[in-house]
T-cell receptor, first 115, second 114 residues
Framework: GDSVTQTEGLVTLTEGLPVKLNCTYQ???????FFWYVQHLNEAPKLLLR?????KRTEHQGFHATLHKSSSSFHLQKSSVQLSDSALYFC?????????????FGDGTVLTVKP | DAGVTQTPRHEVAEKGQTIILKCEPV?????LFWYRQTKIQGLELLSY????????DGGAFKDRFKAEMLNSSFSTLKIQPTEPKDSAVYLC????????????FGAGTRLSVL
């Protein structure tokens, strides 16, 4: 089956520094879509980025990610983190489930930004 | 547009009690999901409905967890009987129903079982 791996469970950074949250995946299907969700404390997870096009950069709210099928990755990056970016970030894949809304989620990365 | 609405936001139960969590999906969405969220396990799929039909019922959760979708705009998750290990955040999410559509989440119900 499909799988998504987020290698960092916890990332702590000082405000203003760049961040990269890793996301790699395994799927036997070529028609895939990828998502990054962000969940602030006591709030609902919300879509941050979505992509299904290989080698195309996707941006939203200062974050960006590029799907690289050659390396099975969809890493999330931001050039300068803010205190408000402190949250839980999930990477998700829709692989063989492309006919449904069902996603395969990574375990999540908690990003803590300090002043 | 109204998002996914979950009630209650917080629930405290004694061990052995029956609790019912409620979810109203985004209007017009065909897929509805119930997830359990914990720090250790992350997001675990409990149930998946498509057009009110149960498509998947998480194997490990079958014995005490029962989700129902009585109509396209309302779903419940019953836990009977509750155990302390059920303490977690329960998230409901909905989607139009293709993999490239966005999954919309509710704010969740935080369950504490004493």
């Amino acid at each position: 089956g499909d799988s998504v791996t987020q290698t960092e469970g916890l990332v702590t950074l000082t405000e203003g520094l760049p961040v990269k949250l890793n996301c790699t995946y395994q799927t036997a299907y070529s028609d895939v879509a990828f998502f990054w969700y962000v969940q602030h404390l006591n709030e609902a997870p919300k879509l941050l980025l979505r992509s299904s096009t290989d080698n195309k950069r996707t941006e939203h709210q200062g974050f960006h990610a590029t799907l690289h099928k050659s390396s099975s990755s969809f890493h999330l990056q931001k050039s300068s983190v803010q205190l408000s970016d402190s949250a839980l970030y999930f990477c998700a894949l829709s692989g063989h489930n492309t006919n449904t809304g069902k996603l395969t989620f990574g375990d999540g990365t908690v990003l803590t930004v300090k002043p | 547009d109204a998002g996914v609405t979950q009630t209650p936001r917080h629930e405290v139960a004694e061990k052995g009690q029956t609790i019912i969590l409620k979810c109203e999906p985004v209007s017009g969405h065909n897929d509805l999901f119930w997830y359990r969220q914990t720090k250790i396990q992350g997001l675990e799929l409990l149930s998946y409905f498509r057009s009110k039909s149960l498509m998947e019922d998480g194997g490990a959760f079958k014995d005490r967890f029962k989700a129902e979708m009585l109509n396209s705009s309302f779903s419940t998750l019953k836990i009977q009987p509750t155990e302390p290990k059920d303490s977690a955040v329960y998230l409901c999410a909905s989607s139009l129903g293709t993999g490239k559509n966005t999954l919309y989440f509710g704010a969740g119900t935080r369950l504490s079982v004493l």
